[in-house]
């Protein structure tokens, strides 16, 4: 089986050799993986590296995740596709552990969590000791889908079928995808698959925590609608 891992990427080049190098740790089990660096023309040496770990580079002028992500999808020739971010460390087993669950039954949408390595407070503590413990009660009890973008993957041609990602959306674009998918099939959250990423976003203090609080608060009550209101993360 072809299998498709894709990370976006603008001036990475601080995180993307650690997360290449665990990229290219995976188990590969018959696998065939390519890898495609979405690079949205990052000023610094992030190709040069990622084309030093064997990775294909789609040059990109436009910022902006949803439209990374899209791009990365359109690209991508593997039967699964899955994504994960230039500043992420990923366990050995995780795309053995996504392509089993996309495998079974109807499932076409299979999403972790992931803790981050470093940061300050408060976004450290939400994100690795309050965050799974959100997912869990969103997904199981309310049947919302929290996907985050570090750590999932889906049939390629089942997300084509519905227009992939939404690439005017400046976050929560995972999000809105799962969600979309989870009306053509079975979206899947595997709560123990974890993976790593830095901590850098917690630099903003209370500033990045409370956006974030406030966009998780309107897709409870809203859904995605409102989401391309809110500034580019990236």
């Given amino acids: 089986m072809k299998v498709s891992v894709v990370i976006p990427a603008f001036n990475e080049e601080k995180y993307i050799s650690k997360t290449l190098e665990s990229v ?20 610094d040496k992030t ?12 040059s990109e002028p436009h910022k902006g995740i949803g439209f990374a992500r899209q791009q990365g999808l359109k690209h991508a020739q593997g039967e699964i596709v899955a994504f994960t971010d230039a500043d992420t460390v990923v366990p050995k087993n995780w795309l053995k552990r996504h392509i089993e669950v996309l495998q ?10 992931f803790r981050v390595i470093d940061g300050k407070f408060p976004y450290f503590h939400y994100i690795n000791y309050l965050q799974p413990r959100i997912l869990w009660l969103m997904h199981y009890l309310f049947g919302k889908e929290i996907a985050a973008g570090q750590n999932l993957a889906f049939w390629r041609e089942k997300a084509l079928s519905i227009g992939g990602f939404n ?3 400046k976050v929560m674009e995972d999000i809105d995808l799962a969600v979309r998918m ?14 790593y990423s830095s901590g850098r976003r917690s630099l903003e203090g209370w500033a990045f925590f409370s956006r974030m609080i406030g966009i998780l608060i309107r897709y409870f009550l809203f859904g995605v609608k409102k989401f391309p209101l809110f500034p580019d993360f990236r």
Avoid: C, M, R
Avoid at 47 to 58: L, V
Avoid at 104 to 113: A, E, H, M
Avoid at 182 to 195: C, N, Q, R, W
């Fill in 47 to 58: 190709a040069e590296i990622a084309e030093s770990y064997g990775a294909k580079i789609i």
């Fill in 167 to 169: 690439d005017q959306l």
């Fill in 24 to 43: 290219n740790s995976l188990e590969k089990d018959n696998l065939n993986i390519e890898v495609l660096v979405v690079d949205a023309h990052s000023k």
């Fill in 182 to 195: 989870s009306k053509i099939g079975k979206t899947v959250f595997i709560p123990d698959l974890v993976v």
């Fill in 104 to 113: 079974k039954g109807n499932n076409v949408f299979s999403y972790g969590t």
